[in-house]
């Protein structure tokens, strides 16, 4: 089964509006990664994060680990369409995927 | 386009036949990766070559999933006696320098599964 949890499954959101998604394991992991799917497509790295607490910026997405290094988020501000997708987290020390959070984005 | 190529995109096969995928990597790229993937849920892991040595396949979903990577460079992943349940996208990604857990994943587009 997968190792890391994330949620929530499927966010609906406005077009220009803010959300998160979490990614949350049970033990402490060495690192952590993003990556988006595009619908019909295949996962797309997005980010790699190593360090207690860090924090990384790509335009209007930002990508946080916890103190712990046992759970990220991804937050997206002001949503475009181009957002559309599901976005994963991976621990790839643990070779484990998340199930991931669809987006929808309404105009 | 990420440079990891599979082949076929898509396999429509009976239940009961053997099918075989085939990944051919980024050239410098020294890691492989072999991923399943359903409707709804991230990819599951597999198995996952160093070079050609293969040093994790205990996820091999049963004794009928085989991968080889013969000289480090391209990769099979066979199904024998194929169920209706092994349906799915079989996706291979690969990576540079690094260990299991180091460095970003490069995905192709994968390999279409269906078992009729």
């Known amino acids: 089964g997968q190792q890391v949890m994330q949620i929530p499954q499927y966010q609906h959101v406005q077009e220009g509006e803010d959300f998160t998604t979490y990614c949350n394991s049970s033990?402490?992991?060495?690192?952590i990664q993003w990556y988006k799917q595009r619908p019909g497509g295949h996962p797309v790295f997005l980010i790699q994060?190593?360090?207690?607490?860090e924090v990384k910026k790509q335009k209007r997405l930002t990508f946080q680990f916890g103190e712990a290094k046992k759970n990220s988020s991804l937050h997206i501000t002001a949503t475009q369409t181009t957002d559309v997708g599901t976005y994963f987290c991976?621990?790839?020390?643990?070779?484990?995927f998340g199930a991931g959070t669809t987006v929808t984005v309404r105009a | 386009d990420t440079g990891v190529s599979q082949n076929p995109r898509h396999k429509i096969t009976k239940r009961g036949q053997n099918v075989t995928f085939r990944c051919d990597p980024i050239?410098?790229?020294?890691?492989l990766y072999w991923y399943r993937q359903t409707l709804g849920q991230g990819p599951e892991f597999l198995t996952y070559?160093?070079?050609?040595?293969?040093?994790?396949k205990s996820r091999l979903l049963s004794d009928r999933f085989s991968a080889e990577r013969p000289k480090g460079s391209f990769s099979t992943l066979e199904i024998q006696r194929t169920e209706q349940g092994d349906s799915a996208m079989y996706l291979c990604?690969?990576?540079?320098?690094?260990?299991?857990?180091?460095?970003?994943?490069?995905f192709g587009s994968g390999t279409q599964l269906s078992v009729l």
């Open positions: 991976a621990a790839p020390g643990e070779l484990s």
């Open positions: 033990t402490t992991l060495s690192n």
């Open positions: 994060l190593v360090k207690s607490g």
């Open positions: 050239s410098e790229h020294n890691r």
């Open positions: 070559f160093q070079n050609e040595a293969q040093l994790e």
């Open positions: 990604a690969t990576g540079g320098e690094g260990g299991q857990g180091s460095g970003k994943l490069f």
